[in-house]
């Protein structure tokens, strides 16, 4: 399924719901006060935006079974994508005005969807706004472990497959957290790079703007563009 159909209007109107009822009152804040001392920015993990959607893909050699079981269902894959969001509302390919306000106004279940990709993924995601965040090794683990944590495995070795999903070589898992307008996908992502290290929380982080706004602020990602798209040394996901 193309990510276009994704962007069916009830989902417009999720998105439009959420920046009205927010308007002036999400708290300000900043992805980042400035990269670790002394640690060397040699990682990369790509945030991709695609409409009010945001998560990340990372390299297949950065993730293993152990700590991520999951990405054994896709075995060809070069590259991984992680996104979060509501259970019923994410899964529906055309979701109606009831489920589109349950997922804005009710705190409700959550899901992983994964996407392998046997390419780069810049090829097969043209549709996609992308930022490449360096990190630091250290931050990288983290940032895997936090992913890790956000799944619902209820005590076993691996969270349950569900459904196919959106697009390519895709499915849902049960996951972590509770969905609401103050809890969206963007601020899933944020919360993952916080817990990486990476900034200083997920707060005011609502839209998909809101957290591509705040990458572009971060002076690593600065230094990057400043130094080229791949200086020297760093691993970068294509």
Same mark, same amino acid.
């Given at each position: 399924?193309?990510?276009?159909?994704?962007? =069916?209007?009830?989902? +417009?109107?999720?998105?439009?719901?959420?920046?009205?009822?927010?308007?002036?009152?999400?708290?300000?804040?900043? @992805?980042? =006060?400035?990269?670790?001392?002394?640690?060397?920015?040699?990682?990369?993990?790509?945030?991709?935006?695609?409409?009010?959607?945001?998560?990340?893909?990372?390299?297949?050699? $950065?993730?293993?079974?152990?700590?991520?079981?999951?990405?054994?269902?896709?075995? #060809?894959?070069?590259?991984? #994508?992680?996104?979060?969001? $509501?259970?019923? &509302? &994410?899964?529906?390919?055309?979701?109606?005005?009831?489920?589109?306000?349950?997922?804005?106004? +009710?705190?409700?279940?959550?899901?992983?969807?994964?996407?392998?990709?046997?390419?780069?993924?810049?090829?097969?995601?043209?549709?996609?706004?992308?930022?490449?965040?360096? @990190?630091?090794?250290? #931050?990288?683990?983290?940032?895997?472990?936090?992913?890790?944590?956000?799944?619902?495995?209820?005590?076993?070795?691996?969270?349950?497959? @569900?459904?196919?999903?959106? &697009?390519?070589?895709?499915?849902? &898992?049960?996951?972590?957290?509770?969905?609401?307008?103050?809890?969206?996908?963007? +601020?899933?992502?944020?919360?993952?790079?916080?817990?990486?290290?990476?900034?200083?929380?997920? $707060?005011?982080?609502?839209?998909?703007?809101?957290?591509? $706004?705040?990458?572009?602020?971060?002076?690593? @990602?600065?230094?990057?563009?400043?130094?080229?798209?791949?200086?020297?040394?760093?691993?970068?996901?294509?």
């Amino acid at each position: 399924m193309s990510s276009a159909r994704r962007q =069916a209007p009830s989902r +417009t109107l999720l998105g439009l719901a959420c920046a009205a009822a927010l308007a002036g009152c999400a708290p300000a804040g900043r @992805l980042e =006060a400035g990269p670790p001392s002394g640690a060397a920015l040699t990682e990369t993990v790509r945030v991709f935006k695609g409409g009010w959607h945001t998560g990340f893909i990372l390299a297949r050699r $950065d993730l293993t079974p152990e700590r991520i079981p999951e990405i054994a269902d896709f075995p #060809e894959a070069t590259h991984i #994508e992680f996104s979060w969001g $509501d259970r019923d &509302y &994410y899964r529906d390919p055309e979701p109606g005005l009831g489920t589109t306000l349950s997922a804005a106004l +009710t705190p409700t279940p959550a899901v992983m969807h994964i996407v392998g990709y046997a390419r780069p993924p810049g090829q097969v995601q043209s549709w996609a706004e992308t930022l490449e965040v360096p @990190l630091s090794r250290e #931050e990288l683990a983290r940032l895997v472990a936090a992913i890790a944590g956000s799944f619902d495995r209820r005590e076993r070795g691996r969270a349950a497959r @569900l459904e196919p999903g959106l &697009y390519g070589r895709s499915f849902f &898992y049960p996951a972590t957290g509770r969905f609401h307008l103050f809890n969206t996908c963007n +601020t899933w992502v944020a919360r993952m790079l916080a817990s990486a290290g990476v900034g200083t929380g997920a $707060d005011g982080v609502i839209t998909a703007d809101d957290l591509m $706004d705040r990458l572009r602020e971060m002076p690593r @990602l600065a230094a990057a563009r400043a130094g080229g798209p791949a200086a020297p040394g760093r691993h970068t996901i294509r």
